[in-house]
């Protein structure tokens, strides 16, 4: 369960920065706020201000917002909260790469196993250890069953 404690934690903080987010714009008025936010455009290189269709598709996964544009908000908000909010569910997440391994060598058992069970390729696996705010609750869930699974064989094995 200290898998799915972690993400719940992790999703908790995620949903109060984005609340704080949207509640500060709110606040500030979204078209004057939108405004003062510069991005680069990808096709020109040019420097433009956002755009709503750009803020509300950054609200909608509120874990890969790059630190310059939350940096950008904070400022024109006058919010600096936002960077700590962000940045306490960056660590918040960071911790779950570690715990995963350990949970999986706490079973005795080793990620290709776990990988199989999972139903999904390797890199696929690697690639979420790697970045961790790409794991699904459901994958969390099914992690956990295999391993009191593996732990209760053991302990039934080992009577």
Not at 49 to 78: C, D, G, I, K
Not at 102 to 117: D, E, H, M, P
Request: proline residues 4%; glycine residues 2%; positive net charge.
């Amino acid at each position: 369960m200290q898998l799915l404690s972690l993400f719940d934690d992790w999703q908790k903080a995620l949903t109060e920065f984005n609340n704080l987010l949207k509640m500060r714009v709110k606040k500030y008025g979204q078209t004057k706020v939108l405004a003062q936010i510069k991005v680069i455009d990808k096709t020109s290189s040019e420097e433009k201000s956002m755009t709503r269709s750009m803020y509300n598709a950054r609200l909608l996964h509120p874990q890969h917002w790059p630190e310059p544009l939350l940096e950008q908000f904070a400022e024109v908000l006058s919010c600096p909260e936002l960077l700590t909010f962000y940045q306490k569910q960056s660590t918040i997440i960071s911790q779950l790469p570690d715990l995963l391994t350990n949970y999986i060598k706490g079973a005795n058992t080793s990620n290709a196993f776990v990988i199989r069970l999972l139903d999904i390729n390797q890199a696929t696996f690697y690639a979420k250890q790697k970045e961790p705010k790409t794991w699904h609750r459901d994958e969390l869930v099914r992690i956990e069953e295999i391993i009191e699974t593996l732990n209760k064989l053991k302990s039934v094995s080992a009577q």
